[in-house]
């Protein structure tokens, strides 16, 4: 079956550290990746997307990479900022299964200044 | 573009009415998802539609859940009875399709608390 597995939180950086936060994937098919984000108060926004291997999805300084052989799409961001502290979805769609989305648990993020 | 808009934002009720939520879809999206968040079960896929047909409603907790989507501009999710385990942020989701490289478009939520 689909699942999405991310790394347990919750994650405290310091401003201008780096962030990874790991997420690796089971489909049955040929899935597309995302990673959402969720501000305190407000619905899932999307940040960035890959829908085949070796595609690098990127917003905002944030980047992600489809590694199909790894089964992985793990966020990373060089420098975070106090903005960026929310919680971050990682998940999947795939034509198999009739392109619902599959989300793992989210991971929440705080930066301290 | 006014993304997804969902009705009311707040709702606190007494266990055993009806709860009614409201979700406006993007104009032109051809799929709608209902979800609902919480603490302990984390997203759940309650049910989605496409160009306004249930495809899949096996996420429904319970019988006590239904929703409709009479027109491709509205739909609505009921529950009733409704119980204090129901209490959660519940979640309108739409997308230009079912294609596999969509993106879900979420609203703001809405709260339910009930008492």
């Known amino acids: 079956g689909n699942s999405v597995t991310q790394m347990e939180g919750p994650v405290t950086l310091s401003e201008e550290a780096f962030l990874t936060i790991n997420c690796t994937y089971t489909a049955t098919g040929y899935p597309s990746l995302f990673w959402y984000v969720q501000y305190p108060g407000e619905g899932l926004q999307l940040l960035l997307k890959?829908?085949?291997?070796?595609d690098k999805g990127s917003n905002k300084g944030f980047e992600a990479t489809y590694r199909k052989e790894t089964t992985s799409f793990h966020l990373e961001k060089g420098s975070v900022q106090v903005s960026d502290s929310a919680v971050y979805f990682c998940?999947?769609?795939?034509?198999?299964?009739?392109?619902?989305?599959?989300f793992g648990t989210g991971t929440s993020l705080t930066v301290i200044p | 573009d006014a993304g997804v808009i969902q009705s009311p934002r707040h709702e606190v009720t007494e266990m055993g009415q009806e709860v009614t939520l409201r979700c406006k879809p993007i104009s032109g999206h051809n799929s709608l998802f209902w979800y609902r968040q919480t603490m302990m079960r984390g997203l759940e896929l309650l049910i989605y539609?496409?160009?306004?047909?249930?495809?899949?409603d096996s996420g429904m907790p319970e019988d006590r859940f239904s929703a409709k989507m009479p027109n491709a501009s509205f739909s609505t999710l009921k529950i009733q009875p409704s119980e204090p385990r129901d209490s959660a942020v519940y979640f309108c989701?739409?997308?230009?399709?079912?294609?596999?490289?969509?993106?879900?478009?979420f609203g703001p939520g809405t709260r339910l608390t009930v008492t």
């Open positions: 989701a739409s997308s230009p399709g079912l294609g596999r490289t969509n993106e879900q478009y």
């Open positions: 539609f496409n160009n306004n047909v249930p495809i899949d």
């Open positions: 890959a829908t085949k291997a070796d």
């Open positions: 998940a999947l769609s795939d034509r198999d299964t009739g392109n619902q989305f599959y």
